[in-house]
């Protein structure tokens, strides 16, 4: 039950602003966002058990992230091949973002059901393989978890009302974004997603941060890129007892080698 919001255009300082909770498994091992000494120009977490990650942003710009959906979804495979995968393969490939989206509809029955945006700060793609439909947002403010985009779960139309109105806040206050994303408040149960979950996890999941016995918020991740270019990174880990660590980067966005 991740949750992804996006502020293009929307902020003084800032043309863009993302962040991202990563929602997973207590016991799924994975790494903290970091420079990866495989590939120098990726920042990212990784998740150690299928190598891959959820979110990313290289040196030059490429920016990606998934999240699961659950749109007309019975069950999940564990056959299917790692949705972080496709994170990856675009952060570290050479393909366009358009490219790379028509390559993955030729793939994309291997996948369960996800969403996954790729592109930069200038222009962000966004993909459901359920749907099978192909996005390029608009300026403005967007936010996705397991439906598609901008589907109006309670989770999604709260993030979105806080987000717009912070945006336009000068300076931007960082510990607010961290604290909407944190927020445990579910809905009202008559404003529940309609999902096929016992009540009580289902209260748990349509927070913005979710904690249960094996599974919740695993991370919250920051990315702002300033009109120069320059990008701000900061990710903030919890564990299940409530304890949190920050790890931040700064770096000036290169020019891609032609």
Known sequence: MCLISIQLSQNASYKLMLVANRDEQYDRPSLPAHFWPDHPDLLAGKDLSARG?????TKQGKIAAVTNSYLMTTQESDQKLS??????DYLTGTTGPEDYLNQVRQQRT???GFN??????DSLHHYNNI????????????TI???????????????????AELAYSSPLDEEAIFRIMADRTPPPDDHLPDLPLDLPILRAVSANFIQTERYGTRSTSLILIDHSDRVTFVERSYLPDGTSSDVRFNFQLMAEEK
């Open 145 to 163: 978890s397991n439906a598609t985009l901008d589907t109006p779960w309670p989770k999604v139309t709260r993030t979105k009302a806080a987000m």
């Open 110 to 112: 291997d996948y369960n």
């Open 53 to 57: 990650t959820w979110l990313g942003i």
């Open 131 to 142: 749907l099978d439909e192909i996005n390029v947002l608009q300026i403005g403010n967007h």
């Open 116 to 121: 996954l945006i790729i592109g930069s700060s």
């Open 83 to 88: 949705r972080g995968n496709l994170v990856m």
